[in-house]
């Protein structure tokens, strides 16, 4: 029986000079499983890494240069065993190959940073993400009227100031222009992590941006008002059922009015947040982000619900009646303001949205676990927690021994909190109670 002969650097150049120039050549390494020398027909010899990872064969070259005239077998081992090892992990070695050249060759080109280059890759990742279609639509119309007015390069020096100056002519409200600021923002944010330091050395619009600016506390009902809005009283008034899901659940309120039955599960205390289908979307239905969630559901609102379902709902049947979904949402609004007059409540500053405040807020005064609730609210980083944590530190006291479960329909508590944050009367009837 014949003996191969080794793989070495003298059987590989005596394999290459008397194989024909035309013929295909291929040599695998047996001592490093997956390197292969591979030289196409009037090609040049070359290393590859050939291995099954993440269900599929993956061939590679060893590097960026990767002939055998310049990549000796010693060095050709070295390399693949470098490549095994990062597919065998799971990385995507091409996109990374990908993104270093991309930043050499921008580098070479005199530090030039496009701000259209730079929108691509936010909204790809954005795409990734699965912030929703308006989102994205908004942000590029936004980015590229900023490109038009001349805000083209991110390394330019004069470039947070075009920005500004931009911002400043047009015709819009002051949330308008700060959620314009915000998508620049986050372009130069990615922006950052796609260019070298030497091309890109800090934020370009950290100044518009305004470096280390807070978060703006947002407006939240205190536990008193919260209190308020889940009583008898509240609830029996048009709306009140809607208003009391969102301050219980955290939902947004299209996630909420596009709730439905057969996405509820009352035994495990969850409801399922999905994206919506073309029919839905069609009709109107949103979310932030297209990636489905789970909304934990507390005691409370769960012995709401079952209150609440019909015997038998058909299949599809939403949770709230039509006109929350069909309308225009100012009518929507003047009836949440409708509603807190009604039941005594101050409008100040409150809005929808801040019923979702408030659950984050007051689920961590109540001792919540930080990182269930952020999953359950959708909430992506942890600055949030951290946020809402400073918020909560001023009814921790009040509601520490809650053991991390909402108890705003409890009447002892009910009365204690009554006690301890008076309010004024309601003004539906002598007092909003709360049945036991």
């Known amino acids: ?172 409200s002051a949330s308008t222009r700060h959620r314009y600021r915000v998508h620049l923002c986050a372009v130069s944010k990615t922006a950052m992590r796609w260019w070298p330091p030497e091309v890109l050395a800090r934020d370009p619009f950290l100044p518009l941006a305004g470096a280390g600016a807070p978060i703006p506390p947002p407006s939240v009902f205190t536990p008193a008002e919260a209190v308020r809005l889940l009583s008898d009283t509240a609830l029996g008034l048009p709306g009140g059922r809607l208003w009391a899901f969102l301050l219980l659940s955290g939902c947004r309120f299209k996630e909420a009015t596009w709730a439905r039955w057969d996405r509820l599960n009352l035994d495990r205390a969850t409801f399922d947040v999905v994206p919506p289908d073309a029919a839905e979307y069609e009709a109107g239905a949103r979310v932030k982000r297209m990636k489905a969630r789970t909304v934990h559901l507390g005691v409370e609102l769960v012995a709401l619900l079952r209150t609440w379902r019909p015997e038998s709902p058909p299949p599809g049947a939403f949770l709230f009646p039509d006109e929350w979904r069909t309308r225009p949402h100012v009518y929507n609004v003047m009836d949440f303001r409708s509603h807190l007059e009604a039941v005594g409540i101050p409008l100040e500053s409150r809005r929808i949205h801040t019923l979702r405040h408030t659950r984050q807020t007051l689920g961590l005064a109540a001792g919540e676990d930080s990182l269930r609730l952020r999953l359950s609210m959708g909430h992506a980083g942890e600055d949030m927690g951290e946020h809402y944590g400073r918020l909560a530190m001023r009814w921790r006291g009040l509601l520490a021994s809650w053991g991390g479960e909402l108890k705003l329909r409890d009447p002892a508590e009910v009365k204690r909190i009554a006690e301890a944050m008076p309010l004024p009367a309601c003004p539906s009837t002598d007092a909003c109670t709360v049945s036991a």
């Open 1 to 172: 029986m014949s003996k191969k002969p080794a793989f070495t650097e003298a059987t590989i150049k005596k394999r290459l000079a008397e194989a024909p120039v035309s013929e295909e050549v291929r040599m695998r390494d047996p001592e490093v499983p997956g390197l292969v020398l591979w030289r196409r027909p009037n090609g040049k010899a070359r290393w590859y890494v050939v291995i099954r990872a993440a269900g599929r064969i993956r061939r590679m070259p060893v590097g960026d240069v990767s002939t055998y005239e310049k990549i000796n077998l010693k060095t050709a081992r070295d390399l693949a065993k470098g490549v095994i090892g990062k597919l065998a992990s799971g990385q995507d070695v091409a996109a990374e190959r990908s993104k270093l050249r991309q930043q050499r060759k921008e580098a070479r080109q005199g530090g030039k940073v496009p701000m259209a280059e730079a929108l691509k890759r936010h909204l790809a990742l954005l795409v990734e993400r699965g912030r929703a279609a308006g989102h994205r639509a908004e942000l590029k119309r936004v980015v590229e009227d900023a490109i038009a007015a001349g805000v083209s390069d991110l390394a330019a020096p004069g470039a947070a100031a075009a920005a500004r100056t931009w911002l400043d002519k047009l015709k819009i």
